[in-house]
């Protein structure tokens, strides 16, 4: 399309020499002439208006969408690790302004420079057509511009960085200065800090000369370049007049009126290319994003038919887990049972592996160790090895509520029942059951109100409660809470554990304990110490041998450490109560 549309272009204009002169008919048969003339403007205003929508749409929006979609999957695939590791700022950089670059910037600096270069070829190649022995003047022009571009393109780029860079620390003072102005005068310090400006301002003049002078040497180049150009263009045709040979005026003539315009060609798509190469750093960084970002464990098989897990049976062997492989194993050597429908109680101090330990059990951060050291496995889950499993069947099927609740930007019907699967009725069940069918049936447009960005037009314990909701929905027999309760006071605390023990009686939960008295109920203790597991036993068997670890952490508590002793000594008489009516 690009050199369809100047070939059209530069045809139109040849035609007209050609009606000058009358070559194919008499130049006063305008029936002739202008039908044709008008028929190759219309074919070259089709022509631009072609290229524009290849350059800009077939080339720049698909390739935009491509390089956007694949940084997303990209993004979208890596591991937690990388997001703890990375900055957001950095990872968002890349969605905001290097996409910008390649929507934008890129398109409209690859037009101009298409728009310069394109002419700057037609230029050349009518002149030799009608001058042939311009062509070894041309061949020395094209290696001179070859040797002048690589010489001053990195001086180029060079100063203009640090044109950039001397100009942030202006502002950067300048800012300060104005912020601490009392401060300044007070202390007599402004003639420091007139110096302090005045010496920034000189490196960033100094920087901003060299690039004008720089661009003025550049500029004397090229334009000696087009005036040889246009010396060429006039002499030429006399010589070969001279010579007798057969010339076209008004194609001379032509050719003459395109080199007038080559400077200024010259010049702009010479800084377009510096532009177009500016422009794909942007897109460098996002494709080193989508080659070299890490990604999760792809494939694997999909979870059983049917309920699973069917009963929340976990079974743990020689676990081990780091989070880099330069890095010591953040948890070695766990191996536990947790039978069915266990309320397990996770406790340690911080750094000790206990959201590790459930972070594995989501391969957030795949297993090592297991049955041949690389985690095969290191966890089953009511006989399935998780490590088997693809990850999205995986989590599919497992169910959390996080520390920092988290809800999206759409309606409270979306937060709740993001894949649509359940009905009305069962959603207003289920707020019955965390207690929050008031709260949402006040709300203007009920289940279709809009959640705020973060859900900040709910509160804390209303958000925690909607993850606690949203969890129930999925009907998963293993539900883990990673230190659910810490941000929220002791009232919704109780509102929620009341409506975790209601809702979740049969199933295996995982509890990750900010507060004692929450998990001093549960069936089991597994308290972890320096990424091992060194108790897993009853709370009241722990509690019996003062020199547990366990025991010395209640005793720790001080005044609550009796009644969290007595709560432990009760759950554990009526489960043994409710055993025993069972046998």
């Not at 496995?377 to 069947?393: C, M, N, Q």
Request: hydrophobic share 45%; net charge negative; with cysteine.
């Amino acid at each position: 399309f690009c050199c369809l549309d100047r070939g059209l272009t530069t045809f139109t204009d040849m035609w007209l020499a050609y009606w000058i002169e009358g070559r194919f008919r008499p130049s006063e048969q305008f029936d002739f002439w202008v039908s044709i003339y008008i028929g190759l403007a219309i074919a070259s205003s089709v022509g631009v208006y072609g290229r524009s929508v290849f350059t800009m749409v077939c080339l720049g929006v698909r390739a935009s969408r491509g390089l956007h979609m694949q940084l997303l999957d990209a993004v979208l695939r890596a591991p937690t690790l990388f997001f703890e590791t990375t900055p957001s700022g950095r990872i968002l950089n890349r969605f905001t302004s290097d996409t910008e670059f390649c929507d934008n910037t890129l398109l409209q600096n690859l037009q101009q420079w298409i728009n310069c270069v394109l002419p700057i070829v037609s230029t050349l190649v009518v002149v030799s057509i009608i001058n042939p022995i311009f062509i070894p003047w041309l061949l020395f022009l094209f290696v001179f511009y070859i040797i002048l571009y690589r010489h001053t393109v990195s001086a180029t780029r060079d100063m203009q960085r640090l044109n950039q860079v001397s100009r942030s620390p202006i502002f950067s003072q300048f800012s300060e200065t104005l912020s601490g102005l009392t401060t300044i005068r007070s202390y007599g310090a402004a003639p420091r800090f007139e110096a302090t400006s005045e010496r920034l301002v000189n490196a960033n003049t100094r920087c901003a000369y060299s690039q004008y002078v720089l661009s003025a040497w550049v500029t004397l180049f090229l334009d000696l370049m087009a005036s040889s150009i246009v010396f060429c263009a006039a002499l030429f045709p006399i010589v070969a007049l001279e010579a007798g040979w057969s010339i076209s005026i008004a194609l001379v003539g032509l050719s003459l009126n395109y080199t007038f315009e080559l400077s200024n060609f010259l010049k702009h798509a010479t800084r377009m290319t510096l532009e177009v190469q500016k422009s794909f750093a942007g897109i460098e960084r996002i494709v080193e994003y989508i080659v070299h970002v890490p990604s999760e464990r792809q494939g694997g098989d999909e979870p059983p038919k049917g309920q699973w897990p069917s009963a929340g049976a976990i079974e743990v062997c020689n676990l081990a887990v780091r989070y880099r492989p330069e890095l010591p194993p953040a948890l070695r050597g766990v191996s536990c049972t947790i039978p069915p429908m266990a309320k397990v109680g996770i406790v340690g101090r911080t750094g000790s592996g206990k959201s590790t330990f459930l972070a594995s059990i989501w391969r957030l951060i795949e297993a090592e160790g297991g049955t041949n050291g690389l985690g095969l496995g290191a966890i089953s889950i009511d006989g399935v090895d998780i490590s088997r499993l693809s990850l999205s069947g995986l989590r599919s099927r497992l169910a959390i509520i996080p520390q920092d609740p988290v809800l999206f930007n759409d309606s409270v019907r979306y937060n709740l029942d993001p894949f649509s699967t359940s009905t009305d009725a069962e959603l207003h069940d289920v707020l019955a059951l965390v207690q929050l069918s008031d709260a949402i049936a006040a709300l203007p447009q009920k289940l279709d109100h809009k959640v705020s960005e973060g859900g900040s037009n709910f509160s804390v314990g209303q958000r925690q409660l909607l993850c606690l909701a949203r969890a129930t929905l999925r009907r998963s027999m293993l539900l883990a809470l990673d230190e659910a309760t810490a941000s929220i006071d002791n009232e919704t605390d109780a509102v929620l554990q009341t409506a975790i023990r209601k809702m979740f009686a049969d199933c295996t939960v995982l509890t990750i304990a900010h507060r004692l008295h929450t998990i001093m109920d549960a069936t089991a203790i597994m308290l972890f110490d320096g990424g091992a597991l060194r108790e897993y036993d009853e709370p009241h068997t722990l509690l019996s041998d003062s020199e547990s670890a366990f025991s010395r952490l209640v005793a720790k508590t001080g005044a609550a450490a009796p009644q969290l002793r007595e709560m432990a000594r009760v759950a554990h008489e009526q489960r043994h109560a409710v055993e025993q009516a069972e046998q």
